[in-house]
């Protein structure tokens, strides 16, 4: 969408309305909405900016980073937004810098994301030519820059922290929390990092108020959320929905439902790193509460549909390939106890597993939790395996007693 | 020697950051772009316009998964191997490409027309399975369609 389409639908107007109103009350509209991150968190968004020192004393310059790293398997929502609709990106990050007095803000893109990159690259420099970007902008003598920053790689650079040190020019490794970086961020100073769907949220609770965001939900987590599909389903795709919409609505009226002949078996609702649900799952409203409340996480909302046909230990495997390979190596029980992980897991796949790998496995989901490592990428690798083994037991016993993988 | 254009472009990157660590990532890219990789020889003159040690920078380099410090053919092909695309046959489809090519996962064809490399995740899961070669996506994929692509590169 060009800066005209943009502003025919009513672009902008949020930004102007912002700039009229002192930045702790941009804050509270937030707050009020009950917008939750949704990079896969879910922390409440309006909190977490006002945690970030205000007024004349607090320290500058302060950050906005928008985090536009996507790299969790399963996960292609953020992508859509900045590809097609890159404007109301740039609009929530301008509203967001305003509400926290921030003095510069980056697009921390991952480096695959070569056309949202250029789409960003023009959309910003649309953005500059109209003066929503720049000195004073619209004459409120409000002044902001953004600047896009390509990465180059690496799962974890979406955990805040890590993102901060890889925009630092150095490795992606974790930071110890306290302090927070809303606090001690870039460069030492005050920053918010803020997934790009969040961001795109704001400006229209600020345009359209905090009552009518809340409402557009099915439950008392506020706003719509980006449900995605993929999987053998009639039709994978993207869709934003009311949050709380049932998981039954999204996969069987959105998605199409299974294709022919194959089966539901279960499903990862929000990317890679949170536990499966199951067939009895399915009438679960998909919100941050109701997800947990039957065993696993909203995350990003973008679903991996597993069939009858996919061997569910195969795909267990394939995750855990993938977060041993991306652990950063920060932390010895992540490195060490992934690579173990995704050791036993082939070995099962190829038919040289045992049963006392399975209560091997079982120990890493408990070694592996949360407080036993030093970020959050091990405990969200542990999720899928541990609801797998409890959900899928019968497909890994049937690998040990068969030395084969079933479904080869 | 780091070409005008490079020059250019990593200058341009230093003014949206307060220090040059902060360009390191983004500069190795800009001269990636153009020879595909970045040899010891354009470390050493980065590292001498960035004020950075050549340590410092390598390390930098082999963390990352884009960056690349050993050469690569003309194109290069990131083949998506995440858990949607492997439910879609990306299996099946990496062992069409590479027979297709000769060479497989992280090599490059003896013509030197093709490196293959494994990628995370390309953001594509509901148009899997994928792959992207030289920053152009391609969904959908099946066996006709990766010959047909191959011919668009050769």
């Known amino acids: 969408?060009?800066?005209?389409?943009?502003?025919?639908?009513?672009?902008?107007?949020?930004?102007?309305?912002?700039?009229?109103?002192?930045?702790?009350?941009?804050?509270?509209?937030?707050?009020r909405s009950n917008l939750r991150g949704r990079g896969g968190a879910g922390f409440p968004t309006g909190s977490k900016w006002s945690f970030v020192p205000m007024g004349k004393d607090a320290p500058h310059p302060k950050y906005l980073v928008a985090n536009?790293?996507?790299m969790e398997p399963g996960t292609f929502k953020d992508r859509a937004l900045m590809e097609r609709d890159p404007h109301q990106l740039i609009e929530g990050m301008i509203v967001a810098a305003y509400a926290i007095e921030?003095?510069?803000?980056?697009?921390?893109?991952?480096?695959?994301?070569?056309?949202?990159?250029?789409c960003l690259s023009k959309a910003i420099a649309e953005a500059k030519a109209s003066n929503y970007l720049g000195r004073n902008i619209l004459g409120s003598g409000y002044s902001l820059e953004i600047h896009l920053h390509a990465s180059a790689g690496r799962y974890i650079c979406g955990e805040e922290t890590a993102l901060l040190n890889a925009l630092e020019g150095k490795r992606a490794h974790p930071?110890?929390?306290?302090?927070?970086?809303?606090?001690?961020?870039?460069?030492?100073?005050?920053?918010?990092?803020?997934?790009?769907?969040?961001?795109?949220?704001?400006?229209?609770?600020?345009?359209?108020?905090?009552?009518?965001?809340?409402?557009?939900?099915?439950?008392?987590?506020?706003?719509?959320k980006l449900f995605g599909v993929s999987g053998k389903v009639k039709r994978p795709g993207l869709w934003e929905l009311p949050m709380g919409t049932p998981l039954r609505e999204i996969l069987e009226d959105h998605a199409g439902g299974m294709r022919d002949g194959l089966r539901f078996r279960g499903l990862l609702p929000g990317g890679a790193s949170t536990d499966f649900l199951v067939e009895e799952h399915l009438d679960t409203p998909m919100d941050y509460g109701n997800v947990q409340k039957v065993g696993s996480r909203l995350g990003t909302g973008t679903m991996v549909v597993l069939d009858d046909q996919t061997c569910p230990v195969g795909m267990v495997w394939n995750l855990e390939h993938f977060f041993a390979q991306e652990s950063c190596g920060w932390c010895t029980p992540c490195w060490s106890g992934l690579a173990w992980t995704e050791k036993i897991?082939?070995?099962?796949?190829?038919?040289?597993?045992?049963?006392?790998?399975?209560?091997?496995?079982?120990?890493?989901?408990?070694?592996?939790?949360?407080?036993?490592?030093?970020?959050?990428?091990?405990?969200?690798?542990?999720?899928?395996?541990?609801?797998?083994?409890?959900?899928?037991?019968e497909d890994f016993r049937r690998h040990i007693d068969e030395h084969r993988c079933p479904w080869r | 020697m780091l070409t005008v254009e490079e020059r250019e472009e990593i200058d341009a990157k230093l003014a949206d950051y307060p220090n040059t660590q902060a360009v390191a990532i983004e500069a190795m890219l800009i001269i990636q772009r153009r020879q595909g990789w970045v040899s010891d020889e354009k470390l050493r003159d980065l590292s001498e316009i960035l004020r950075l040690s050549v340590a410092n920078l390598d390390g930098v380099a082999t963390f990352y998964n884009l960056i690349r410090r050993r050469p690569v053919g003309r194109?290069?092909?990131?083949?998506?191997?995440?858990?949607?695309?492997?439910?879609?046959?990306?299996?099946?489809?990496?062992?069409?490409?590479?027979?297709?090519?000769?060479?497989?996962?992280?090599?490059?064809?003896?013509?030197?027309?093709?490196?293959?490399?494994?990628?995370?995740?390309?953001?594509?899961?509901?148009?899997?399975?994928?792959?992207?070669?030289?920053?152009?996506?391609?969904?959908?994929?099946?066996?006709?369609?990766?010959?047909?692509?191959?011919?668009?590169?050769?």
């Not at chain 1, 639908?9 to 941009?26: F, I, N, S």
């Not at chain 1, 921030?102 to 250029?118: C, K, S, T, V």
């Not at chain 2, 490059?108 to 070669?133: E, K, N, R, W, Y």
Request: net charge negative; aromatic share 8%; with cysteine.
């Open chain 2, 75 to 154: 194109h290069v092909a990131l083949v998506c191997d995440s858990v949607s695309c492997w439910i879609m046959g990306s299996d099946r489809m990496r062992d069409h490409l590479c027979s297709k090519l000769g060479t497989p996962i992280g090599g490059t064809t003896s013509d030197g027309q093709f490196t293959l490399l494994p990628i995370v995740c390309l953001g594509a899961c509901d148009h899997a399975p994928a792959m992207m070669i030289d920053g152009t996506l391609h969904e959908d994929l099946n066996e006709q369609k990766i010959e047909e692509i191959l011919t668009q590169y050769t």
């Open chain 1, 345 to 393: 897991l082939l070995a099962m796949e190829q038919g040289r597993g045992s049963a006392r790998d399975l209560e091997t496995l079982t120990f890493q989901t408990k070694f592996l939790a949360p407080g036993n490592t030093f970020c959050a990428l091990a405990p969200g690798a542990v999720e899928p395996l541990q609801s797998a083994l409890k959900y899928f037991a």
């Open chain 1, 1 to 31: 969408m060009s800066l005209p389409e943009y502003e025919r639908a009513g672009g902008y107007q949020g930004l102007r309305k912002a700039l009229t109103m002192q930045p702790a009350d941009v804050t509270e509209l937030i707050k």
């Open chain 1, 175 to 224: 930071r110890t929390k306290p302090p927070f970086p809303q606090v001690c961020g870039l460069w030492g100073k005050p920053t918010i990092v803020q997934n790009v769907e969040t961001l795109c949220n704001v400006h229209h609770i600020v345009n359209k108020g905090p009552d009518w965001f809340r409402r557009l939900s099915l439950t008392e987590d506020g706003g719509t």
């Open chain 1, 102 to 118: 921030a003095d510069i803000a980056y697009i921390f893109l991952r480096g695959e994301y070569e056309w949202p990159n250029q």
């Open chain 1, 68 to 70: 536009a790293d996507e």
